[in-house]
């Protein structure tokens, strides 16, 4: 086995990405400057030493805590994601001006995934420390994601908390022709008086 | 800008790799195992010092000449592609067991590209000198594939070479109904007598 076939394998890990992509990704590699073969290999090298886990809420960051839970001005609602990305996607989205906290995953009993595994126990720390009013569960709208949001919610009934979750429904230019049962059935019963 | 930024900026600009499938992969990496960011940093770091072109056919290799072209039990008959990538997949389908010909692009003036940018000399060169007998020019069905052919066979009519170039039509599995007009009007100028 040569680099080349050595370098698609290692790339075909990467979720998404077949061996022809990966493939075609070396090739671009080889027909291209080798200085940005150098700079690109230097920075996924670096990747781990530049980013952590900020402590409080679990998001990557090059800084401790990361620059939103710095931030004091963000509202004192905390918005629960299961993954870091989904941080960055809520943030783009400018829709949500408060703060964040990364479960490191759902409960999923099947795959050993239990609520001992994620980030719960912080989360509660967080509410008196923080002073925080609402709990915004932004997991998805998947079995695991259900499982999870109802055993948060039971966990918070203790606290002093509104605890809510993002809406499910069709999506934005989505078709009602096709869109799936289970969708259907929650955009009607989360269906809004105009 | 932190190091994630950076390095989605630097994954991005792979063909067909948006901003969200670098994001994807930079994550991928933060989730997982730190050494596999390693390797797949030294990996990337060492492609262009282990991979070199061949001097006879211009194919990626780390050896010099390619197994390719070393390999003497290979049929007398040229396979001429735009790209190493090309050879690769030739190979792959094992329907070809003689040598191949990058020339490292395809004729388009609009682009810059013109037939002196192009391996074509030392492809005429090797006719000669490894006594090929067929050339068969395996560029893609484009304007641009097309003009290289055309170039290319006017050169060869001065060799003692039989020239052909690989048939163009349906693909297999293709449903008439959703084949454009061009590529229709050539599957019936290549019609085959059953």
Redesign the interface.
């Known amino acids: 086995m ?3 076939d ?2 698609v394998i ?2 075909s ?5 077949g061996k022809k ?1 990966a ?9 291209g400057d ?1 200085q ?13 030493q ?2 952590i886990r900020c402590t409080v809420c679990g998001n ?3 800084q401790e805590p990361c620059p939103i839970c710095a931030d004091t001005s963000r509202d004192p609602i905390i918005c629960v994601v299961e ?3 989904d941080v ?1 996607v809520i943030e783009e989205s400018r829709e949500f001006r408060g703060r964040f906290h990364v479960l490191g995953g759902l409960i999923a009993p099947l795959e050993g995934i239990n609520p001992g595994d994620l980030a719960i126990n912080p989360l509660l720390n967080r509410i008196p420390q923080e002073h925080i009013r609402e709990v915004i569960l932004a997991l998805n709208p998947t079995v695991e994601g259900d499982t999870t949001a109802l055993y948060v919610q039971q966990l918070l009934k203790g606290y002093q908390v509104d605890v809510t979750r993002l809406a499910s429904g069709l999506p934005v230019g989505g078709d009602l022709e096709y869109t799936d049962r289970l969708t259907l059935s929650r955009s009607f019963r989360g269906r809004i008086r105009l």
Do not use: C, W
């Not at 890990?13 to 990405?17: D, T």
């Not at 990704?25 to 080889?30: C, F, S």
């Open positions: 040569n680099a080349i050595r370098l290692l790339l890990k990467f979720p998404g990405l992509s493939r075609r990704m070396v090739y671009y590699l080889l027909d080798p940005y073969a150098q700079v690109l290999a230097e920075h996924i090298g670096d990747l781990h530049e980013i990557f960051t090059e993954r870091a990305q960055q």
